[in-house]
């Protein structure tokens, strides 16, 4: 390590060990020392053939970093002068005495920022990602063949089409997903109706900022999914807790309400997290609600491809025919969250809107990712790896709850839907669901505690257990629950 000394006593120091630049060494050592004050303003520096000579390095290493200040403003270059501080380099000093509460105060947010903040916050952000429990089988994603579709659209996209995009997105994708539905949701939808989103989590952010004022309430399953929770509290929305039993959302429960609901937020084809499906008279009911009260419905369909008993059901949104549903869906977990590609199926009403809003919030989805889906679902490659995954997750299902079974059956009882990624597990005794979770993290089992997915205080306790990635299931049940019984002895829960 080389240093020098400098007329103002400053030593500066570079370490010849490490990856950084010998001229960035420099430049970043002078810079600091001018807003730190130990180099005022005026003073002068050591030629770049002295300084050179005193490091050990080049004069064009010097030249570099001393460039680099002088365009940034920290040193004036004088030609016959040198180098000297800038003279219009002026840092503000420091008070004799700082109180600590003072650099410890809270940065300033704007209403609507606190509630943005305090809504992610209050979830959590396990909770709200969950990315175990929603992730799918990511050891089955079809690298090879992506990757070869992936590099096929690069070499066929237009000039035009490696420029900006519509807000709507990707037209052929469009058109593909518009077939898919038709076929797989019974949905009668154009091209024109959906809009390429990036995850069904920015489709519930674009739909509480368009569609809820602040205070306005949103009917929401209790227990429900995290992430619609935080969506809507961000938008300023009171959330109405409405029960959900064997049979999905109560619709009967719904209380009366001076000021109707603006909004309901449901997941028919597979409640999250509880499982149930909603049956056709509710779903009628709630149809119906909507149009009485003038609200809008969002149906968040995020892993109905993944049914075991039959194939996926109708949509919700395929009863409407007033124009109050609109539809999310998400590619997430049938191929990978990575890609970071979903959409929305909007009422004609709402259409323009929200494609304007979606492009003026981030413009557009990638645009080679959705070329590549869009010839992916062209070449039926989709269609083949969700009736593959059907049949791996069936399999991973089954020796799940043949786990569960043999090594838990006195610690918790297990539902199993009809559809999804993950089983419901509630505790026959009295344990911390919470502690339970992150015990059986520990041990590898991909868990959530259930009660977290509660708005109110009756929460039942339990995990919600991934067995998409679960590759052993009897070894990394048995461990997990033994642990969880360890720590619920040790702790008193039991």
Request: charged fraction near 20%; charge should be positive.
């Amino acid at each position: 390590m080389a240093k020098t000394a400098w007329e103002s006593d400053l030593s500066l120091h570079i370490d010849r060990s490490g990856g950084e630049p010998l001229s960035r060494q420099i430049y970043a050592a002078v810079a600091r020392a001018v807003l730190d004050g130990d180099l005022l303003p005026g003073s002068r520096l050591p030629s770049a053939r002295r300084l050179s000579g005193d490091l050990g390095v080049a004069r064009n290493t010097v030249n570099i970093a001393y460039d680099q200040l002088s365009a940034e403003g920290y040193i004036e270059r004088i030609v016959g002068s040198g180098s000297r501080v800038s003279n219009a380099v002026h840092v503000p000093s420091a008070p004799a005495t700082v109180r600590p509460s003072a650099r410890q105060r809270r940065p300033h947010l704007s209403k609507r920022g606190v509630r943005i903040a305090d809504a992610a916050l209050a979830v959590g952000r396990d909770e709200l990602g969950a990315p175990s429990i929603g992730a799918p089988a990511l050891d089955e994603f079809p690298r090879r063949l992506w990757r070869r579709v992936l590099a096929q659209q690069l070499e066929h996209l237009s000039i035009a089409e490696l420029g900006y995009g519509t807000g709507n997105g990707y037209a052929p994708l469009r058109a593909h997903v518009a077939e898919y539905l038709a076929r797989t949701r019974h949905m009668g939808v154009t091209a024109s109706q959906i809009i390429i989103v990036a995850g069904a989590q920015q489709a519930l952010d674009l739909s509480a900022r368009l569609l809820i004022d602040r205070e306005d309430r949103v009917l929401f399953e209790e227990p429900g999914y995290p992430g619609a929770r935080a969506a809507f509290l961000a938008a300023g929305a009171r959330l109405v807790p409405v029960r959900v039993d064997d049979e999905g959302m109560d619709i009967a429960s719904i209380p009366r309400m001076k000021r109707p609901a603006r909004l309901a937020y449901t997941t028919p084809a597979h409640q999250f997290p509880l499982g149930p499906t909603l049956g056709l008279s509710r779903r009628l009911a709630l149809l119906e609600w909507a149009e009485s009260a003038n609200a809008w419905i969002v149906e968040d369909d995020y892993d109905g491809e993944f049914r075991y008993a039959g194939n996926p059901l109708s949509a919700l949104s395929s009863l409407d025919r007033s124009g109050r549903v609109i539809y999310v869906g998400t590619f997430s977990k049938i191929l990978s969250p990575a890609l970071r590609i979903g959409f929305m199926v909007l009422p004609e009403a709402l259409r323009a809107r929200v494609e304007a809003v979606r492009g003026y919030v981030d413009r557009h989805s990638a645009l080679l990712e959705q070329a590549a889906l869009a010839a992916f679902m062209s070449e039926g490659h989709l269609a083949r790896h969700i009736v593959k995954m059907r049949a791996i997750y069936s399999v991973r299902r089954a020796a799940a709850l043949r786990a569960f079974r043999m090594h838990a059956s006195d610690l918790v009882d297990v539902t199993v839907p009809e559809t999804g990624l993950y089983v419901v597990a509630r505790f026959r005794v009295g344990v911390d669901d919470r502690v339970a979770a992150r015990v059986a993290r520990e041990r590898g089992l991909a868990a959530m505690p259930l009660s977290s997915y509660y708005i109110g205080g009756s929460a039942a306790s339990g995990l919600l257990v991934s067995f998409a990635n679960l590759r052993d299931a009897p070894g990394v049940v048995r461990s997990a629950m033994n642990a969880i019984r360890k720590a619920a002895s040790s702790l008193a829960l039991v």
